[in-house]
């Protein structure tokens, strides 16, 4: 069987993003003998529901783990609930949309909760050394909608199994090229080295798939 994962496009002022560089990578690896299927989704309100259940639907996987940039963040972040609601926040899509106070669903849930085993993994990335932590809320940009869409639709279909969303990190990379003014005592954005992502998103995809 497979895991999908999926990631983002780069965005507004990221030349690069971390999800899309692991999604590429990791796509065709084995993992606790689940081949990882990596997708990259464009950072599009219009479709993203549809785009995702398009995917769930053509590889029926064994589980689901979307991942997306949160810049200026220190740690994987596993995301407990995603709601019902996108809302740009001023930060317009690459097609320039720019939602306020809409939901995703229009008769849908109020929101849905993860179904990875959070505070294990957070426990195991831990114990590996990975910066981890659970979060209560991913926003109500594109990776929450990611999060609300895809348990959305398995729930619909009646799909029994561990989906969810990590937010990762910048690159160092990132982190250098959005540093505001540091030679003059400014700030430079939390970062993690891709290869310990990529290793973080294999033990996400591992915890996962003990629950399958």
Same mark, same amino acid.
């Given at each position: 069987?497979?895991?999908? %994962?999926?990631?983002?496009?780069?965005? #507004?002022?990221?030349?690069?993003?971390?999800?899309?560089?692991?999604?590429? /990578? %990791?796509?065709?690896?084995?993992?606790?003998?689940?081949? %990882?299927?990596?997708?990259?989704?464009?950072?599009?309100?219009?479709?993203?529901?549809?785009?995702?259940?398009?995917?769930?639907?053509?590889?029926?996987?064994?589980?689901?783990?979307c991942t997306g940039l949160a810049s200026g963040e220190p740690a994987i972040r596993l995301e407990?609930? #995603?709601?019902?609601?996108? !809302?740009?926040?001023?930060?317009?899509?690459?097609? !320039?949309?720019?939602?306020?106070?809409?939901?995703?669903?229009?008769?849908?849930?109020?929101?849905?909760?993860?179904?990875?085993?959070?505070? /294990?993994?957070?426990?195991?990335?831990?114990?590996?050394?990975?910066?981890?932590?659970v979060s209560n809320t991913a926003g109500t940009h594109l990776c929450n909608d990611a999060l609300?869409?895809?348990?959305?639709?398995?729930?619909a279909t009646g799909r029994d199994v561990p989906a969810g969303f990590v937010h990762l990190p910048?690159?160092?990379?990132?982190?250098? /090229?959005?540093?505001?003014?540091?030679?003059? #005592? #400014?700030?430079?954005?939390?970062?993690?080295? %891709?290869?310990?992502?990529?290793?973080?998103?294999?033990?996400?995809?591992?915890?996962?798939?003990?629950?399958?």
């Amino acid at each position: 069987m497979s895991v999908l %994962l999926t990631g983002y496009e780069p965005f #507004g002022e990221f030349e690069e993003n971390p999800s899309e560089q692991l999604a590429r /990578r %990791l796509d065709g690896e084995d993992v606790a003998g689940h081949e %990882l299927v990596g997708s990259v989704l464009p950072v599009e309100f219009d479709g993203i529901g549809e785009r995702l259940a398009t995917l769930v639907d053509r590889h029926d996987p064994a589980a689901v783990v979307c991942t997306g940039l949160a810049s200026g963040e220190p740690a994987i972040r596993l995301e407990r609930v #995603g709601v019902n609601v996108a !809302d740009a926040a001023g930060t317009p899509d690459n097609a !320039d949309a720019d939602p306020v106070d809409e939901r995703i669903a229009p008769d849908g849930a109020d929101a849905y909760l993860s179904t990875l085993p959070l505070v /294990r993994t957070v426990e195991h990335l831990r114990e590996r050394g990975v910066p981890a932590r659970v979060s209560n809320t991913a926003g109500t940009h594109l990776c929450n909608d990611a999060l609300y869409s895809t348990l959305a639709h398995l729930d619909a279909t009646g799909r029994d199994v561990p989906a969810g969303f990590v937010h990762l990190p910048a690159t160092p990379a990132i982190a250098v /090229r959005n540093a505001e003014h540091p030679e003059r #005592g #400014g700030s430079v954005p939390a970062s993690m080295d %891709l290869d310990l992502q990529a290793e973080a998103v294999r033990q996400v995809v591992a915890a996962a798939l003990v629950t399958v």
